[in-house]
């Protein structure tokens, strides 16, 4: 059974950091493309960062782009999001997700290319 639990969330104040993790099981991690969404209060749920098997190709939504990282560590079987410079528009439950297979033809900043998703970790920025 795939199973995606996500950690590390909390209440910080802007400019502090934080590091997401995403503890996959059920499947071997390094076959499958993995992202990170978010979904701030009365929003959509939205791309945050994506990663491909290696960790060699890697997109980040223009929002994040510089303050963010992601990361992961197949042989641990977890993804990693590292947050740095949070801004209270970062306040959202961060999402990981697993990457549907044989998906290159759909989006993948969109939800739907996604087939397995974690129930959400909170991530609170205090201004």
């Known amino acids: 059974q795939v199973q995606l639990v996500e950690s590390g969330g909390g209440l910080v104040q802007a400019g502090d950091s934080l590091r997401l993790s995403c503890a996959a099981s059920?499947?071997?991690?390094?076959?499958?493309?993995m992202g990170w969404f978010r979904r701030a209060p009365g929003k959509e749920r939205e791309f945050v960062a994506t990663i491909s098997p290696s960790g060699g190709n890697i997109e980040y939504a223009d929002s994040v782009k510089g303050r963010f990282t992601i990361n992961r560590d197949n042989a641990k079987n977890t993804m990693y999001l590292q947050m740095n410079t949070l801004a209270p528009d970062d306040t959202a439950v961060y999402y990981c997700?697993?990457?549907?297979?044989?998906?290159?033809?759909?989006?993948?900043?969109?939800?739907?290319?996604?087939?397995?998703w974690g129930q959400g970790t909170q991530v609170t920025v205090s201004p």
């Open positions: 997700a697993r990457r549907r297979p044989f998906s290159s033809a759909l989006n993948g900043r969109l939800p739907g290319a996604y087939d397995s």
């Open positions: 059920g499947f071997t991690l390094s076959a499958f493309r």
